[in-house]
């Protein structure tokens, strides 16, 4: 079997969530961000891009 090497990405809270929809707030908290300046490490695929491109506004993104 061949293995398939998955990139990466770090993102990180840059902006507050108050004064957000709720549906971005949950969002935010579903990518595992909870404070700003909070950085986690998230696998580059369609479901985390999609939850990227909804709240691109508050967060920061870099590939590891």
Do not use: F, R
């Not at 990405?9 to 949950?26: E, F, R």
């Not at 490490?41 to 506004?57: E, L």
């Amino acid at each position: 079997m061949a293995t398939k090497k998955t990139s990466v990405l770090n993102i990180k809270l840059v902006k507050s969530t108050i004064g957000c929809k709720k549906d971005q707030i949950a969002t935010v908290e579903s990518l595992g961000l909870h404070k700003v300046g909070e950085t986690v490490q998230q696998p580059k695929n369609d479901a985390t891009m999609g939850k990227i491109n909804k709240v691109i506004h508050l967060v920061e993104v870099t590939e590891a």
